[in-house]
């Protein structure tokens, strides 16, 4: 496979400067995705799994149609990640206490908290790095992230959206 790329010509005709930035956020959703991985593999499931988990744990119980909406998986790849993550102890399938015909998957409160705790390292490294910013550049990285999450969502859409 050639290295060669054809860049769009936002990116080729940008100042060195912009370029470094669209590859430097590129290669950072890699090594976020691959730390994703790693933990993941450690505690026995996929990524997959991790993200599901990850959108209970914040979000709180949800039917299984609800947890793919919000992950933006199928609804069979949903039903297959919440089996896996039954199996290794992470969810429960429960009654809807407001409604006795919709299923609920509940995060195991002590299986996401050892999921996550993998994390607390990466987590107390990136405290210590915001340290050495001031709160003038923290506001400025911090949007700047925000605006890069609603590119990647936008961008996201458009593309479960575009016909085969």
């Known amino acids: 496979m050639s290295r060669e790329y054809s860049e769009p010509p936002g990116v080729r005709d940008s100042s060195p400067a912009h370029r470094a930035l669209v590859f430097a956020t590129l290669d950072l959703a890699a090594d976020v995705d691959t730390v994703g991985q790693a933990a ?15 959108a209970l744990f914040r979000d709180g119980p949800m039917t299984a149609g609800q947890l793919a909406a919000a992950i933006g998986l199928t609804s069979g790849a949903t039903t297959t990640a919440v089996d896996r993550l039954v199996r290794a102890g992470y969810v429960t399938r429960e009654g809807d ?7 609920l998957v509940v ?12 994390f607390d390292g990466l987590l107390e490294a990136v405290a210590r790095l915001a340290t050495t910013y001031t709160d003038e550049q923290l506001d400025l990285l911090r ?3 925000h605006d890069f999450r609603t590119l990647v969502a936008d961008y996201t859409a458009t593309l479960r959206e575009k016909p085969d």
């Not at 206490?97 to 299923?103: E, I, M, N």
Request: aromatic share 2%.
């Open 107 to 118: 995060a195991s409160e002590e299986g996401a908290r050892h999921a996550f705790a993998l």
């Open 97 to 103: 206490p407001a409604d006795r015909r919709r299923v």
């Open 40 to 54: 993941a593999a450690r505690i026995g499931i996929n990524q997959t799994d991790l993200i599901c988990l990850n």
């Open 143 to 145: 949007n700047l992230i």
